[in-house]
């Protein structure tokens, strides 16, 4: 008897992945604007510092409602561009939240000086008052200078400015705002790169206004720090390019990069539109089933995370990727809990809500381009891996 062939039951076919940041998506809606700007920059061949960083720098500052930005290589530059301005160094304190992204404390350490860590809100995740008012008070008997503030407007939501500058004047700090994630956010209409004394912010690609590379810019009003800030971004220049009248970097954007960022402003605000829109569809559909974001009254944010909580985090990520649904955790470890940070003073009450939000967050795909169908299998997949 012929032996029965074994019968082959057909694998049930593994959901798509669904990009996290779908920049694929986004370059096919202006794929030839940003091909013909690099274009032009091949053409006429002035890669660094060429006329489209002056143009670039014209059209952030007026898009930002200050009177200077000066566009630099990385967002990380931008702030370590600013401290260097302010003469920033060993002995001085700079507050800054421990629950964001190591280049906000790494620029302070790096030169020097001391990141002190204080505690953030549990609404918005950004730096809470009154843990950096009683951080100031603490720092100020242990022999370190206290000289600024660094909020970051995390995950795209400006910061409390108003607040933390009333604190940051009654004891004469300036207000340097890390707003790598906020470009094109509002507070009460004043836009992100208005807010603080001055601002930072990063152009990486998955930034909601992201290049194709590195790159960042800074923000000032102040006509003699911009010419400080032109003079460090290239090597402490003077008057030409082989008189050195301070230590600076090598700090700058490259000529493509602002080609491409140039093309990409072009559509930004619609992009705004659809990520707000996409946001409010998460929060209309999440409400109730897990905390969702909160945005405090006159503010808007730019969306560059949809970040939740929930309980048995890890294990809602895992049960996620088994559904082909990325979720990235921002940030699960703290900077004041890893090595090289844990040695920084802390705010006297500690970081509770930090180390609770550092156990809990999650974020959900989020980008300009996600249609209705994903984002409902987004949510769908979401909801069945809750524990
Ligand atoms: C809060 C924050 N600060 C600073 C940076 C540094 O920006 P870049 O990666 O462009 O150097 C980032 C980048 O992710 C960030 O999220």
Known sequence: MPSASPRRTAAPAAPAPIPFIDLKAQRQRNAGDVERAIGRVLEHGQYILGPEIAELERVLADY??????????????????LLLAQGVGPGDAVFCPSFTFAASAEVIALIGATPVFVDVAPDDFNLAPASFESAIAAIADNGLKPCGVMPVDLFGQPARYPEIERIARRHGLWVLADAAQSFGARLDNRRVGGLGDFAATSFFPAKPLGCYGDGGAVFVNDDGLIEVLRSLRVHGQGRDKYENVRIGINGRMDTMQAAVLLQKLKIFDDEIVARDRIAARYTAALEGVVAVPRLRFG?????????????????????????????????????????????FPVAPDGLPVTEALAARVLSLPMHAYLDAATQDRII????????
């Open 64 to 81: 930002c409602g200050v009177r200077h930005a000066l566009t630099c290589g990385s967002g990380t530059d931008a702030l370590l561009l």
């Open 380 to 387: 769908e997949g979401l909801r069945a891996a809750l524990p």
């Open 299 to 343: 503010v808007t944010s730019i969306w560059a995370s949809y970040t939740i909580e929930v309980d048995d985090r890890d294990g809602v990520v895992e049960r996620l990727k088994a559904l082909g649904i990325p979720a990235m955790v921002y940030y699960p470890r703290p900077l004041h809990r890893q090595g090289p940070y844990a040695g």
